[in-house]
């Protein structure tokens, strides 16, 4: 490509900056590793040949791309924000990431049944890869994981994906936390089951907010990143045509058993995280 062309205005949009986002893990999974000639035309396109050459991260939590993933257009309020936030919009969700944990600090899906019926068709990809959006100081790498007796639990399940790119999206290391392997194929598996039974029975979109919580002060690491291992996992779902909404919260070890949901208020408290601006 000649170093001396720019983008026409339109390509360099922030529409067309985030769409390009959006599309790299997609369209890495479908180049051959070996076809030089296939990333050559990547390039000449404008679009990045690996999730390496996509655009930086929004710091902060604007999520001005995606604001139709949140009730109300309103991403949730963080009653005490810490710094080096950065927000992350993919296809089928939305993540707003911590890079001092490495973990998000919460991802919210828009769910209904014409995706979730659509999500069945799709097959799963399992290609990880780390958040090319992220400065390096904040992102988790592959190894990270390797040796650590911990899973790579996708707080945005990939079985809710509607869509080829969205499924590829969902392996984001951005989307993931370190999960006891019993407990993300056990009840954590059965309580994102259940979510999708009731929203096929919804009568328009539902809202899940998925996250880690880190109640032990100074969370274990792993990883030469330091990727921050959870106590505890929440899943808040919240259905608007009926108003109703309620929280799962999970200790992250072996034997943990699913529980009764908890109040919205508990939730809040325990996270700190206003989701549906309760004071309004």
């Known amino acids: ?22 599309l790299g893990p997609w ?29 930086r991260a929004a710091p902060g939590s604007d999520f001005s791309a995606c604001r139709d993933m949140f009730p ?24 707003l990431y911590s890079g001092d944990t490495k973990t998000p600090v919460y991802v919210v899906e828009r769910l209904n049944r014409a ?13 990880f890869y780390a958040e090319a959006r992220l400065p390096g100081s904040a ?8 040796g650590s007796g911990y899973a790579r639990g996708h707080m945005a399940p990939a079985a809710d994906m509607p869509s080829d790119e969205a499924m590829a999206q969902s392996f984001s290391l951005a989307n993931m936390v370190p999960q006891d392997p019993s407990h993300n194929s056990g009840p954590w598996n059965r309580i994102e089951q259940d979510t999708r039974q009731y929203v096929m029975r ?13 109640r032990d002060g100074r969370p274990p690491r792993i990883g030469d990143s330091g990727v921050a291992v959870p106590s505890h996992l929440f899943k808040l779902v919240h ?25 919205y208020e508990a939730l809040v408290q325990k ?9 309004d």
């Open 72 to 95: 109300k257009g309103q991403p949730p309020e963080l009653l005490h924000p810490p710094s080096g936030l950065f927000a992350l919009c993919f296809d089928a969700f939305a993540v």
């Open 202 to 214: 919804a009568r328009g979109d539902v809202y899940v907010f998925t996250g880690p919580a880190f």
């Open 1 to 22: 490509m000649n170093p001396q062309w720019t983008p026409p205005p339109v390509l360099d949009s922030a529409w067309m900056r985030e769409r390009i986002a959006r």
């Open 239 to 263: 259905d608007p045509a009926t108003g109703r909404f309620w929280a799962h919260w999970h200790q992250n070890q072996p034997g943990a058993q699913a529980m009764k949901p908890i109040a």
């Open 27 to 55: 369209l890495e999974a479908r180049l051959p590793a070996s076809s030089a000639h296939g990333a050559d035309e990547a390039r000449s396109a404008g679009l990045p040949t690996s999730p390496g050459a996509a655009p």
């Open 271 to 279: 996270v700190g995280i206003d989701f549906l601006h309760s004071a």
């Open 115 to 127: 995706a979730l019926g659509a999500a069945k068709a799709i097959a799963r990809t399992d290609r």
């Open 139 to 146: 992102r988790v790498q592959l190894d990270d994981y390797r």
